[in-house]
């Protein structure tokens, strides 16, 4: 779907950019609300696509978060 020499961007990498975007924005309203520093965050996300056991296609997503500075502002218990 990319082109023959995969130098476009193909529907997947559409739909991944915008799944991070929205996750990203999501996730920032509930650290915003709880009060935690995070630092700046970023989401990563991969979309595929494939069959599914019953025959149909299914959409799959993983996302990957990254928040740089939690690990350093969790309490110490």
Same mark, same amino acid.
């Given at each position: 779907m990319g082109?023959?020499?995969?130098?476009?961007? *193909?529907p997947e990498?559409?739909f991944?950019?915008g799944?991070?975007?929205c /996750?990203?924005?999501?996730?920032? @309203?509930?650290i915003?609300?709880?009060?935690v520093?995070?630092?700046?965050?970023s989401? *990563?996300a991969k979309?595929?696509i494939?069959?599914i056991?019953?025959?149909? /296609?299914?959409?799959?997503?993983? @996302?990957w978060l990254?928040?740089p500075?939690?690990?350093?502002?969790l309490?110490k218990t």
């Open positions: 082109g023959a020499n995969d130098d476009y961007t *193909n990498m559409l991944a950019s799944c991070a975007a /996750f990203d924005n999501a996730l920032n @309203l509930v915003k609300k709880s009060k520093n995070t630092g700046e965050t989401v *990563n979309i595929s494939g069959q056991e019953s025959g149909r /296609f299914g959409l799959g997503a993983e @996302l990254i928040f500075t939690l690990r350093q502002n309490p």
